[in-house]
Structures are given as C-alpha cells and as structure tokens.
C-alpha cells in the first residue's frame, strides 16, 4: 500500500503531507527529515527509486519524482509496482497542472486545501481510487462548485 | 497563482513563508495558535467561514510538523454542518489530524452513517474517503453492513461505488469479519464484471488483500481475472480515456497481474494456457521508446507480467525468456528499467533454475556496482550476493573488494557483511577464505563487525592446516606501519596461539612476534590491550626453553598493567605475571584453544535478519521468504570426540529444522570469551593449581565439545546455556508442549532482564515460538531501543500484540506492531524512549501472540533502567571536592548505611560502578577502602552531575555507608536508591543460585512434571 504521499520542495520544506498509517507528528517530520536527506544527494538522471527500509519500515521505498522545484514523494511497501506508482505521481501532477494552470510551487504553498481535496480523489487509504486524469478533474470540479455554493 | 480564497489564511501563510528562520517561524506559529485557541474557547458564534478558515490553519500548521493538541472537537463538529463546504473541510482535516483510536471519532459515528447512507452522493464520497483514511475497529463495526451495500449497488454512481470499495478494504484489514458474509466471494466475481474501468480497479485492491488472506475463498475469480487481462491486453472494449499514453490502463492490469500471484497456483488447464498466453504477449510486445512516462507506464506492466511468469513457474522457454529480457533491462542506460531489471533478476534467481543463465550478464552486472547512483549499486550488490556459487565466487568477491575501498560509506558495511559471507559460503579452499577476511579488515576495518573476526578464528582454530599459514599472513599485516584495530585483535589472537609454528622463519621469533606486537600496544583500546595480554603468555610459554630477555619484557608489561584502571586488563596482568612464575606448569594451562562447537555462522543469521520483512507480504514474497529460510545455512560437519577437524565449508540445503538462536547469543562465542581464564581473582592466589590444571590441561580440552558443559568451565564458555535457576531444559520444553500446550520461556527471564540491564542488546524473551530481542542505543536524555520479535517456527504468529506500560517518568513511543509475524520472519518494533525525571520504574512490555494451539502472554520489564541515562564523568580531585562541599546535606545529598550487601572485592564492586557508567575516580579517596565515583543524570531537563561515595568496612563487607549527591534532590535519591539496590540485589541472585542444588538438578523431563504438578 502507498503509506504516505509527500510533496516538498528542494530545501526540503514539506509543501503537503498526508500518512495513511498512523504517525505521530514528530516521527512524521522526523521521516520527512530522513526522505530530504536521501533524496537531495541524488544526482538528476538517477532512477526514481531509493531504498527507505531505514526511514519508515522494512521493505518500504520512496518513489519520487522531481519537478522545477519540488518533489513528489509516494512511500510505498513492497505489495506496489515502483513504475505504476510513477504513473500515479504523473497523474497527480498532470491534475494539478489542469487545475491551476501550469502548477508552481507558490499554488501549492497557498491551495494546499485544494491540493489535500484532488489527493482524496487519487489516494484514498493507502489505496489507488481513480488513475484516470479526466475522472479526477471532473470530481474536483464538481467539489470546488459546491465549496463557493455557499 | 491562484490564491486559497481565505484571505486570513493567505496571509498566514504568507507570514510563515517571510520567517527568516526556524525560531521566527515558531513564533509565527505559535501566536497563531495562540489566536486559534482563543477563538475557538471564547468566541461562541463564529461564523461558518471563521471556523473553515481557522480549522484550515490548523492543517497547516500540522504539516510545517507542530504538533496541534487542540482543536480536534471544532474540527469534528464541522462534519456535522449542513453545508458541504463545511463538512468538506471537517472531513478533509479529521481524516489528518485524528487517528483511528481518537476518542473523538465515536461522537461523530452517527453522522457519518447518516452521510453514508443519505442520498446526497458528494457527502457519501466525503464519508468514506474519510473512513477509509482513517479505518478504526468501532468504524469497522457499526459502517461495514453499509459501506457493502453502496459497493454493490448499481443504482450507485461509479465515484461512490470505488470509494466504497477502498472504504470497505480499509474496513477489512482492521476487522476481517466485515466480509464474512455468506456468498461474499460470489459478488466479489461479479463486480469484476463492471463495465466502469475505475470500479473494477478499486475491487480489484480488495481482491488482493482478501485473497493474500485467504486465497482459497475466492478461486472463482481467477477466471474473471484472466478474461480481464485479456480485453485489457487486446485493448478491447477500453474507454479512451483510461488509456494512458497508449496503454489500456497499465494500473489495473498491473493490480490483477498482483491478484493472480497471490493464488498458490493455477491448476486448471484452460485458464493457465491462456493466462500463459496473455503473458507471452505482453513479454513479446513491450519495447523501449522516447517517451519516458509511455515507456514507464508499458514497463510496469511488463515487470508485472515477470512476476507473474516466475510465480506461475511457467515453461522452461518462458523463463529464458524472461532471462533474455531481464538481460537487455539491466544493459540499457534508462536507470528505472535498469534498476527493476536488477531486482526481477535477484528474484528470479530464488524461484526459478536460472542460474547458469544469469551469469552470463555478470560482467553487466558488475558495471552496475559501479554506477553512480546507490540504488542501482544496492540492486545490484543483492544480485550479485545471490548469483555467486563456487564457480564465481572468487571473481565476485575479488571485486567486492575492489568495490569497497571506493564504496560510500552508506553501503560499506553491507558490502563488508556479504564479502564476508560469500566468502565463507563458497571458499574453494580455506587460505582463500582467510586471505579475504584479512583483506576485509585491513580496508575496511571500522565496516567489519566482531562476527566477522570471531569466524576467522573459529575456522582456524577448527583446521589444523590453516594455523601457520594465517600467524604468517597475521605477521604480515601487523608489520604495516598503519594498522586497523581489529586488525590488531584478530592478528594478536592468531599469532599468540599460533606463531610458534612459524619460530624458524627469519623474522618469527617468538621476541620478534612479540615486539612486532607490542608495537601496537600502547595505541589500541582496552578490549584490543586484554587479548594482546593473553597473547605475550601464549607466546611466552611457546618459547620453551625461555628466553630470559623476553620474560623479562613481557614481565614488565605486566607488572606495568597491574594497577591499570580496567579491571579486565588489570586482572588479566596480575593473573598471568603470578602463572608465569609457576614455569613448566603453565604449559598445561596456556594450552592450545580447543576446537570451537560446530554452529551456524552468525554472519549467515545476521544476513537473513536484515532480509526480515514486513507483514504484508505477497504470495511470491511468501514463497520466496520460505525458500530463503532453508536455503544456505553452513553447517559445519560435527564430530563428536573432537579429533576431526573442520570439514570443508560444506553446504546444507534443508537446514531450516534448526532454530536459529539468534545473533546475540552467538557473538558469545567470541575468543574473548572462549580465551583466557575469566573465571576468579581467586585463581590466582589459589595454591591449587591442579584444578585449574585439570580444567584447561589439552586432555579435557580435546574432549567432545558435548561433554563440556559437565565442566565448571561450562558457565563462563557457554554462559546463555540455560542451566540455572529453574530454566526449563530445552527438551523438557518440547514434553511440556505435548502434555500441557502451554509455552515456557527456555531461560530465565530474570536473567536475560539482568543480562540487559547491563548491556545494550541481547534476548529479552524466548520460547519455542518466539525469540525477542533488544537492541539499544542511548544518547543522554534519550533512547532508541529496537524490539525484535522472531518467530521461530515455520508457522505464522497470529494476533501478536506488544503494547508499553511505561511509568510515569518516561515517555515512550512504540509503533504498533503487526499483527502476524509470518514462518520464521523477524520484525522489528522501534521504540523512543525519553527520560523525564529519575526514576527507579522500569516501563513493562504487555505482549501476547498466538501459534495454531494457544495463545501465550507475558508481561516483561524493559531493560529501561536508570543506568542507561547515566553518562560517566569524568572530574578532577579538585573539582569533586569543591562540589561535594557545595552540596552539603538533605535533601540534595543523602547518607545511609547499607547492610546486607554482596561481599565482594573492591575491584569487583568498582567494576560494577563503571558497568553502571557510574565513573569511578581511583585515588581521589585517600582511604583505600573507599570508592569516589561520578557520572551525569539525563533527562528531558538537562544533565545533573551526580557524585557518589562509598565508605567500605574492611572488616564487614556487608555493609558499607553510601552518600549520593547531587544538585537535584530527587535525583540524589532515585540514584541512592538504584545504587543500593545493585548492591543487594546481586547478592541475592548469585549467591542462591549456586548454591541451591535442587533447581540445578531438575533439568530435562523430570523438571517440566515437577513443574507441573
């Protein structure tokens, strides 16, 4: 299962975190910690996967993939396929790419509620909901409607 | 850039992003919360935008990692607002802040089966988006019967539906009764019929997770899967826009590939032929292109598709197939296919006979270790440790070699661990083997654990043919101007036993061995200084006829070190400076070391340990792991009189009977521990050299290393052998199970507390199902103790649970545990440890577990004692005095006289303090009778300088006077109070434990009745 989805930027400042297990909040920064560590020493065309048995569990690794000035971290264990969850993370930023309209670290800085709303529509769990870009934009859409229907 | 539409909250975030530093920012925020809190306590009528926008705030500053203590019952009431915007939010925080077992989460369950079950689907998707994140036992109780029926429902919209089908596994996993529903398996198939692409791909994550549980409930959706992966593979009947980049959507075919490997296998004729078929399409049909999400997306499903093909165990031209394919993965310069090419091949390694196929690739792979990029390295360092057999093994480990003295520091120790492994597991002969370990040492001797020397000494010692030609090679080493200290030890430990067969070699004196030696003396540490003692008396001794320049040096380096401030040095020198004056009869008691007992390499087990997986393990993972378990173990061939040496490293292949006991106790076997007489300083000055004689003459040594535990040197050789107090004798234990069904610890649980109390790691617990060991690391205030728990059996544990009672003066975390420890797998439980306050408490492990019969529960104290936040201190005469005076009287320095303690000698008793990391500062007291020590309390508020006094009375030693002080009065007395309890405490375990011949004698089957009735 994807046990957690993190998105932070190359300073390693966490821009938006969300842990399907349990966590508490200072082993959370604690493992984001560990993750910046890891990830800022690899080089650009390095493979997107590294090892985290030492960060958050046995088995478990980070896949990453690294955009302008951020991250996006998916920690998964050993039950997901390393390259489907690559697909997962281009999902997740191709929809917020829609969404905002050529998405910068700043959208997700000041919308991180909005950001936290189109994750629920992709991860739900620990689990894949929808893998479909279009399905996603669309339930977003619908939800951000009702939100300003006030 | 869009703005989040809350102006107050833009405006924090702003604030928070103009901090110049972590200080300001914690200002930043902690005013905020300040705000938040008294809005929320004081305001009553916030409007519905104040409490979204303050609820938000609070998610935000949960995720810059502040911890938000409050709050919660706001955030929870939000999801019971009319509005959706609302409730949005109020799901959306809840599901972040709170976890499952929050109290809060029960007032809210009402509502949320309202949410779930009304008719308004955006709330339903907001109710179970944040039942699935958050799970729970009281959700999973009173929400499953409906979450099932929205699942089910084709009047349902497709969002709802998948939604509820993530709720509905989230449920499962915490609760496997929700689905325990008659013909559950029936409509499991049938919603694999669903026409919505993202429907199925939700059922399609529960299937696996019901049938990695239970893969016998739900063989009739194998069929289902196939026929899906075929319209998938043929692109048949697939809504545009669930392809991506081409692909029809690689997530669901990749996820069903996952089911199908979670089924043992696949029987039927039919179904396997064209799974088969699908497969070899998929196989044939991927190729590398431009486009890197394309060929991301293409390759999962290819990688997926191997997987699958190794779980099926498919035709022998299939498995070459993959080979063949795997073998261009690992050449192309794309590092995500390179790496997944490294790792299929690792595994395809351990399911399928490939071996020879694979080697073909080694140059490739070996460019691999070189790459920059250190996941590539690790893949392809675990590739190589498992393709090396005898054939490879020299090339393989050659280059590891290579490898290490450029290697990073991040994978050194492994990479020392495996050469030294790989090296013991397929030396084509044993000078081979040494040459390595010494090469090992001397490049990367801080990355090679005391295993690692301990084997070479066993292997030597155990083959008579080995012995010169490693003193020799030992010689040549130490003769370099820059040598590591394990070095030092294992070359000191092979050339004080063996260099006398070198003597008529130029150079190889025993004088000269023992300069080339002493060289190094004055650099090493005191372990390293006491096996170089036992050294110079061995090779004394060997030097018969004496050479009177060489006795006299070695005699004044003892001399020298007889009032050394470690006590194991000190004694070591005062012990062999009065045996060499006992001249020729020193020969019989500096005998040659006895063959080491025949055990499995404690490098092998530490290997496996750390292959130790999770609970959440797939089918192939499974199968891998219990093959794994019986693969390699060297097993020594054991001859009982002792006179056989050593046969060659031979290869076991179904040695997964024998139970490993566990690293800790077999680092026991240490030299050390094996070497020089440890036992009393009575030794010494007892005249009766004869039973000393008697115990280390070469007659009793060269008996059947079974007959030895009859000796008394038993104890100190074997100390873990579970002989005393009442310890249930391994065989009885077995009767036991029989008869009664109820499990007993093999040892003491008494001792292995004690045992820990004084050292970092080693068993806490251990009976025939579960071994739990401890391993620790203290750094002042605070602690990281890793609990490992290992089942030991070829059976799961079920229903484990470990749950800390900690006292109040500690603050503990330990993160829950799973609830299945699969056959002979080991997990590991950290736990933080923070010390608040002195306290003599000890936090209590509540654990229990089931094996197929019975459930067994123990409560066991955690080694958490008060020692393990003491730090020595070392002070100056002056300062201590200048201190002790300052601190005069109650209630910051406290005086009592101690009666009924331990006799023991004073080095013993100072010795004791320095095992508690109380320093002793010799000579600081002019009264030799008395003990100045010092050492600095830890805790959440800072260090506290602790001193410590003891007055001994000669003429009584049971009692003495004890005065602790320090600046901080309950300190002063918890320390006081520890203190006084070691030194009575101790007394009433060994002095009645030896001395009680009843539970000596009640070993074996006799024992385990006696015990029962």
């Known amino acids: 299962m994807i046990n957690a989805v993190l998105v932070m930027n190359t300073q390693g400042k966490p821009r938006l975190t969300k842990f399907y297990k349990q966590v508490p909040v200072e082993k959370q920064q604690e493992i984001i910690r560990a993750i910046y560590a890891v990830l800022s020493s690899r080089g650009e065309n390095y493979c997107n996967f590294a090892d985290a048995s030492n960060i958050s569990g046995s088995d478990n690794k980070l896949v990453y993939k690294h955009f302008a000035t951020l991250y996006f971290i998916f920690v998964v264990d050993g039950a997901e396929s390393e390259l489907a969850i690559l697909d997962l993370i281009q999902v997740f930023v191709e929809t917020l790419d829609r969404i905002f309209k050529n998405v910068c670290e700043l959208d997700i800085v000041y919308n991180f509620n909005k950001v936290h709303t189109v994750l629920d529509e992709i991860v739900m769990g620990g689990q894949v909901v929808e893998t479909n870009s279009a399905d996603v934009m669309k339930a977003v859409q619908d939800i951000f409607k009702l939100e300003r229907a006030v | ?1013």
């Open chain 2, 1 to 1013: 850039m869009a703005l989040s539409g809350m102006r107050g909250l833009s405006v924090f975030i702003s604030d928070v992003r103009n901090c110049q530093n972590k200080e300001l920012e914690r200002l930043r925020v902690d005013k905020e919360l300040a705000n938040v809190r008294t809005k929320f306590k004081h305001e009553k009528g916030l409007t519905p935008y104040e409490k979204k926008k303050y609820v938000w705030k609070m998610l935000y500053i949960y995720m810059l990692g502040y911890d938000v203590d409050f709050g919660h019952m706001e955030t929870i009431a939000l999801i019971s607002a009319p509005k959706y915007a609302e409730k949005q939010v109020g799901y959306i925080v809840t599901s972040c802040l709170l976890n499952e077992n929050h109290d809060f989460l029960r007032l809210v369950i009402n509502t949320v089966r309202n949410d779930i079950i009304g008719r308004n689907e955006t709330f339903q998707c907001l109710a179970l988006t944040m039942v699935g994140n958050v799970g729970g036992k009281e959700f999973s109780e009173s929400l499953a019967p409906d979450v099932q029926k929205l699942l089910i429902s084709s009047s349902c919209r497709p969002l709802v539906r998948k939604k509820a089908a993530l709720c509905l596994l989230r449920l499962y996993r915490k609760n496997p009764d929700v689905v325990n529903v008659d013909g559950w398996s029936d409509r499991m198939a049938q919603l694999l019929d669903e026409r919505d692409i993202g429907v199925v791909t939700a059922v399609m994550s529960l299937l696996v997770s019901l049938v990695a549980n239970n893969p016998d409930g739900y063989w009739n959706c194998v069929s289902k899967c196939v026929r899906l992966l075929e319209r998938l593979t043929r692109s048949q009947d697939i809504p545009q826009e669930y392809t991506y980049y081409g692909i029809p959507s690689p997530w669901l075919q990749v996820k069903t590939m996952r089911v199908l490997q979670y089924f043992p296998s696949i029987e039927d004729p039919n179904i396997r032929r064209s799974l088969l078929e699908v497969l070899q399409r998929i196989l044939m049909g991927t190729d590398v292109v431009k486009n890197v999400n394309k060929n991301n997306a293409s390759h999962a499903v290819l990688f997926e598709a191997l997987s699958l093909v190794m779980h099926l165990d498919a035709e022998k031209d299939m498995m070459s197939q993959c080979v063949a394919l795997l073998g261009k993965f690992i050449a192309v310069r794309e590092p995500n296919i390179r790496y997944l090419g490294l790792e299929n091949m690792t595994r395809m390694l351990l399911v399928a006979d490939v071996q020879e196929s694979i080697k073909r690739h080694q140059a490739q792979i070996i460019t691999s270790l070189k790459d920059p990029d250190i996941s590539i390295r690790r893949r392809s360092l675990d590739l190589l440790y498992g393709m090396c057999d005898v054939s490879n093994a020299k090339d393989i480990v050659e280059e590891l070699l290579q490898y290490l003295t450029t290697a990073d520091f991040a994978i050194r120790e492994e990479l020392a661990l495996k050469a030294a492994i790989l090296a013991e597991k397929f030396a084509p002969d044993l000078s081979w083997y040494v040459d390595v370990i010494l090469q090992l040492i001397e490049k990367a001797g801080d990355f090679v654990s005391d295993d690692i020397w301990y084997r070479v000494v066993q292997f030597v010692t155990n083959n008579e043919d080995l012995q010169a030609y490693s003193a020799a090679k030992a010689r040549d080493y130490l003769d370099k101007p820059a040598v590591h200290e394990t070095m030092v030890k294992v070359a000191g430990y092979l050339l004080g036993e063996y260099s006398h067969l070198l003597a008529r070699r130029p150079g190889c004196s025993p004088r000269e061995i023992f300069s080339i030696i002493h060289d190094k003396f004055p650099s090493v540490t005191t372990s390293t200084k006491a096996i170089l003692l036992s050294s110079y008396t061995k090779i004394l001794m060997h030097s018969q006829p004496g050479d009177p320049e060489l006795l006299k040096q070695v005699l004044s380096v003892f001399k020298k070190f007889e009032t050394y401030l470690d006590a194991e040095v000190q004694q070591r020198a005062v012990e062999y400076f009065a045996l060499i004056q006992k001249g020729p009869s020193m020969v019989d008691i500096m005998a040659e070391m006895p063959k080491f007992p025949e055990r499995q390499s404690a490098l092998i087990k530490k290997a496996e340990d750390t292959d130790g997986d999770a609970a959440d393990l797939s089918a192939t993972k499974l199968r891998l792991q219990q093959q794994t378990s019986n693969a390699v173990v060297l097993v020594n061939q054991h001859s009982a009189n002792g006179t056989s040496h050593l046969a060659p490293l031979s290869k076991v292949s179904s040695g997964s009977q024998n139970i490993d006991r566990g690293v800790l106790e077999q680092s026991h076997v240490g030299p050390q521990q094996n070497g020089m007489p440890v036992t009393a300083v009575g030794m010494a000055q007892s005249p009766n050299a004869d039973l000393l004689g008697d115990l280390m003459a070469p007659l009793a040594i060269e008996a059947a290393p079974g007959s030895v535990p009859a000796t008394q040197t038993s104890a100190s050789l074997v100390p873990e052998e579970p002989s005393l107090g009442g310890s249930a004798d391994p065989l009885a234990l077995a009767l036991l199970d029989g008869l009664s069904s109820s499990v007993q610890p093999t040892g003491s649980i008494q001792d292995w507390f004690n045992a820990l109390c004084k050292k970092d790691s080693g068993v806490l617990y251990e009976d025939s199902f579960i071994q739990i060991g401890i391993k620790a690391e203290w750094r002042g205030s605070q602690g990281h103790v890793v609990i490992f728990l290992g089942n030991m059996q070829k059976v799961a544990l079920t229903s484990v649970r470990a749950t800390v009672l900690p006292p109040s003066h500690l603050r503990m975390q330990l993160l829950p545990v799973p609830e299945t420890i699969p056959p002979r797998a080991q997990v590991q439980c950290p736990l933080d440890v923070l010390s608040l306050h002195a306290s003599r408490e000890v936090p209590v492990l509540d654990f229990s577990y089931s094996n197929s019969t019975v459930t067994v529960g123990s409560k066991l104290r955690l080694p958490v004692v008060m020692n393990k936040f003491l730090q020595p201190a070392p002070i100056s005469p002056a300062d201590f005095v200048t201190i002790w005076r300052t601190l005069s009287g109650p209630p910051n320095k406290l005086q009592e006289v101690v009666h009924g303690v331990k006799p023991m000698p004073l080095p013993e008793m100072k010795e004791l303090f320095n095992s508690f990391h109380i320093n002793v500062s010799p000579g600081l007291d002019p009264n030799l009778n008395n003990i100045v020590a010092a050492t600095t309390f830890f805790s959440e508020s800072g260090a506290t300088l602790c001193l410590v006094r003891v007055e001994t009375d000669p003429a009584d030693r049971t009692q003495l006077r004890l005065t602790v002080a320090s600046t901080d009065s309950s300190t002063t007395f918890e320390l006081k109070e520890y203190i006084k309890e070691q030194l009575v405490d101790m007394s009433s375990i060994t002095t009645t434990l030896p001395t009680n011949p009843a539970t000596l004698g009640f070993t074996g089957p006799a024992a385990g009745l006696a015990g029962l009735l």
